[in-house]
């Protein structure tokens, strides 16, 4: 099936420092892929829908300046979170739209943020 | 816009069997997914009906009415493992996927 990983599974960063998450579709390609953000105990929340080459799609009331998004190839797509705060502090995961007509997501491991 | 509900909690006992409910609002539907989220993990698909009726898989099946809006999963022969967060998400327009808050399911031995 199509794998999807993302890196790195674990970080911890001090409060004003930027991270960087990559999401990689491993053994297919995808035009488009999804990132989500899930707080303790709560769904998942859309936070962007990334379009290889074009920019990407973000919900109402998430910050494209805070959350960089960047899909510059059909395998991997990176979210940026800029100037991080405790309140950033989440689960990170990304998907990928399955390869051919599937309507599937795929989704990669998570990146757990802590911001200190 | 579109309202997922799902029940938050459920309790079940090992051996036994549960059915975890899913409504979703009908214009624009193409599909509706249900994963398995066990916690600190991401989501695992577990199955995606665009047709009426029942999908059996192993010991999970799923339901789907379109004409009603819901939907439902089915886990039988239930394990302790089978202890997780289970979502719906429904797919609007080919494009646009709006997922459920989530129902835990706990079991007891």
């Known amino acids: 099936g199509a794998v999807v990983s993302q890196h790195p599974s674990r970080v911890i960063c001090k409060s004003g420092t930027s991270v960087k998450i990559e999401c990689r579709s491993l053994d297919f390609q995808a035009t488009t892929m999804f990132w989500y953000r899930q707080f303790p105990k709560q769904s998942l929340m859309l936070m962007a829908t990334s379009n290889e080459g074009s920019k990407a799609t973000y919900e109402q009331g998430v910050e494209k300046d805070k959350f960089l998004i960047n899909h510059a190839s059909l395998t991997l797509s990176t979210l940026t979170v800029t100037s991080a705060h405790p309140e950033d502090s989440s689960f990170y995961i990304c998907?990928?739209?399955?390869?051919?007509?599937?309507?599937?997501?795929?989704f990669g491991p998570g990146t757990r943020l802590t911001v200190t | 816009g579109q309202n997922i509900d799902q029940p938050t909690e459920m309790t079940a006992t090992e051996g036994a069997i549960v059915q975890i409910n899913c409504t979703y609002q009908t214009s624009g539907f193409n599909g509706l997914f249900w994963y398995q989220q066990h916690a600190g993990e991401a989501p695992t698909f577990l199955s995606y009906?665009?047709l009426d009726g029942l999908e059996e898989k192993g010991r999970f099946s799923s339901f789907l009415s379109r004409s009603k809006g819901y939907s439902y999963l089915l886990l039988k022969e239930l394990q302790m493992k089978d202890s997780a967060s289970y979502l719906c998400a429904a797919l609007y327009c080919y494009y646009q996927l709006i997922w459920g808050a989530g129902s835990k399911l706990f079991l007891m031995p």
């Open positions: 998907s990928a739209r399955g390869p051919g007509d599937s309507d599937e997501q795929y």
């Open positions: 009906n665009v």
